[in-house]
């Protein structure tokens, strides 16, 4: 089994930061891409940004030059930096990660339980 567990949700207000972090852990033979995808009040969910494991990122529109994802592959973690901070930002974040068990050697999709991030304005 797998699990994803984020950190570092909170409230702040606008032009503010926040850092998330998310570990992986269980019986984990290999991580692929890993991202963050929020949910917003009321709307569907988009991914935010994703990163290979070779460290090739994406980014949604909406969030390039202030977000900054990055992961260590040793440690089985991503972090997304948030900067200037706009109250369209907020919702709940959750990391996901493309995953290989130890025991299928299969990749598929594991998510957090996902954090709350709130921007005041």
């Known amino acids: 089994q797998v699990q994803l567990v984020e950190s570092g949700g909170g409230l702040v207000q606008a032009g503010g930061s926040l850092r998330l972090s998310c570990v992986a852990s269980?019986?984990?033979?290999?991580?692929?891409?890993m991202g963050w995808t929020r949910r917003a009040p009321g709307n569907q969910r988009e991914l935010v940004a994703g990163?290979?494991?070779?460290?090739?990122?994406n980014y949604i529109d909406s969030v390039k030059g202030r977000f900054t994802i990055s992961r260590d592959n040793a440690k089985n973690t991503v972090s997304l930096e948030m900067n200037s901070l706009k109250p369209e930002d907020t919702g709940v974040y959750y990391c996901?990660?493309?995953?290989?068990?130890?025991?299928?050697?299969?990749?598929?999709?594991?998510w957090g339980q996902g954090t709350q991030v709130t921007v005041s304005s």
């Open positions: 996901h990660a493309a995953v290989a068990t130890s025991g299928t050697r299969d990749f598929r999709e594991y």
């Open positions: 269980g019986s984990i033979f290999s991580i692929n891409a």
């Open positions: 990163i290979s494991v070779s460290g090739v990122t």
